[in-house]
């Protein structure tokens, strides 16, 4: 069994719960979004638009070390993703061990 961080595993809960979209069309069609995370080995361009979108949905954009947001969430191709539940955002964030918060640039 793998060691998963207590933010992968609130992570996992919102991919379960269909809390957890994926992928920037998806996200430019949300009506609110809580909390964007997006890949370390995203492009530079992908790490910007999440910053676009935290300015949107006036959230706050975490960023994974050490793992791709793809292992996380067990998905393919993942590189920008977004929770839509507040309690599970909140979750994430207090348990983000794993993530590195990015400010805006």
Request: glycine letters at 6%.
């Amino acid at each position: 069994m793998e060691n998963r961080s207590k933010a992968e595993t609130f992570i996992g809960f919102a991919v379960k719960s269909g809390k957890f979209r994926s992928g920037a069309n998806t996200l430019s069609t949300l009506k609110k979004a809580y909390l964007i995370l997006v890949c370390e080995t995203a492009a530079e361009n992908t790490k910007q638009l999440a910053e676009k979108y935290a300015g949107k949905y006036r959230c706050r954009v975490f960023c994974t070390k050490g793992r791709t947001l793809s292992d996380i969430a067990h998905k393919d191709g993942i590189k920008i993703a977004a929770i839509t539940d507040l309690s599970l955002a909140k979750a994430v964030i207090d348990n983000a061990e794993c993530l590195t918060e990015t400010v805006g640039r």
